[in-house]
């Protein structure tokens, strides 16, 4: 199997070493990898670095172009990248609620066309006859962006196409689990870019490190977990760089007394379980009023059992495999203490006998806050339902995490769900929805869940420093 090259300075690049990609549905070799080693790192960070100056002289339009051009070879290429997202990442080619491997590729589309057409305008600060001062953005150099298994291409793209729309060049490191989608990019992006705009390494963890620790890198945009983000943090100190770290959520749901129970169960479902439940922004722990805990309780139970779960390319498939090995005993392990803690299975529980990481959607009641369930994100498709009785115990609950990525409020009455929803501790807030990101909406987290926002304009200026010019009058 011929290993899928890294991309340097707009070339495709081999390496001595190679790694394999796993099929998650088997548990086969899907892929073979280069793997870079530092010296590759270096080699990138400086094609990026050579590429820098060119590409942030470019006008602005010019390089509003050259992100329209990215979203229309995703276009142009959405059947193969959607069939290495399903290799990959076990994800279904449509998926429960629609939530598969197309929506990854549609997202990605989506996504680049909108940063392409955003735009940082200079801002007048002042403008008297005595001194005009401007406000500029200005591009920060370099950006490596490193990013995790369960949306490979999305994220990346979240991380790229703003960082390159705000006029930096950088060096992409996508997760050693599911590199193969994102390395495709990169090769296709290669074919329109300028040499050494868009580069990418794969690699284990330790290229990840070098990324982050490398003196000519300016910014770091991570997506992937706390633990990591925090030693990223760490090896960034030395040079100052600025980051952007979206980590890991354990998004709570409130559930008030005066819902329709049939007409949202299938929404919340949709919230918990797509793509398994691996997904920063899922919900994860739901607290339910006692007076609808019951019936919510027995849809949601009715529901998992007619999960059609299995072959991810099928495409009546909901859901796939959970994406690798470790996830999957990750689940296991907080499923086995569940149970000892006294938690009542309505569904699912163990991995199914058959190749691949198989696990059902398991809904688990009776347990709350102290549990090890509610209080660590599962990333899975394992899910506590959490009794309240009141409105103040709800918040009280769902803000006793170090998490503070989303939360939502479930209701009738709007406004009533609104007010409550204000109080919840996080950086996005739903009603009666969970979820739904939106490219001109600003998404980051609060808390241990990280810092800085992806998206919309806010999420450009991330990407810039700001540079201010005050001219007096001659
Ligand atoms: P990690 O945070 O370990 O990995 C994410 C990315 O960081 C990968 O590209 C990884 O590379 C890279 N990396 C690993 N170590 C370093 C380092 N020291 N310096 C720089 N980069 C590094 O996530 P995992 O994939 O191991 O998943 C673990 C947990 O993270 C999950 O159980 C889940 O809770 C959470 N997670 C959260 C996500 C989110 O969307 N917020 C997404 C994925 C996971 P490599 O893969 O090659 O090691």
Known sequence: MKPVPLVIGGQAVGADDAFDVLNPSTATVYARCARADTDHVDRA??????????????????????????AELLEANAEALTECIVAETGKPIAGYSGVGARKEIQGAIGWARATAKLALADEILQDEHTARVVLRRK????VGSITPWNWPLMIGIWHVLPALRAGNTVVMKPSELAPVASSRFAELAARVLPPGVLNLVNGFGDVGAALALHKDVNKIVFTGSTATGRRIMRAGADNLKRLTLELGGNDAGIVLPDVDVRAIASKLFAACFHNNGQTCAALKRLYVHESVIDALESELAAIADGIRLGDPMHPETDLGPVQNAAQLAIIEDLAADAQTAGGRFLSGGRRLDRPGYFFPPTIVTGLSNGARLVDEEPFGPIVPLVRFGTEDEAIALANDSDSGLGGSVWSKDVERARALGERLECGSVWINGHGGLQPHVPFGGIKQSGFGVTFGVEGLREFTSVQTLRINAG
């Open 139 to 142: 591009a920060l150099g370099v």
């Open 45 to 70: 960070v400086a094609a990026a670095r050579d590429a820098s100056a060119d590409w942030r002289a470019l006008p602005d339009e010019r390089r509003a172009e050259f992100c329209m051009q990215l």
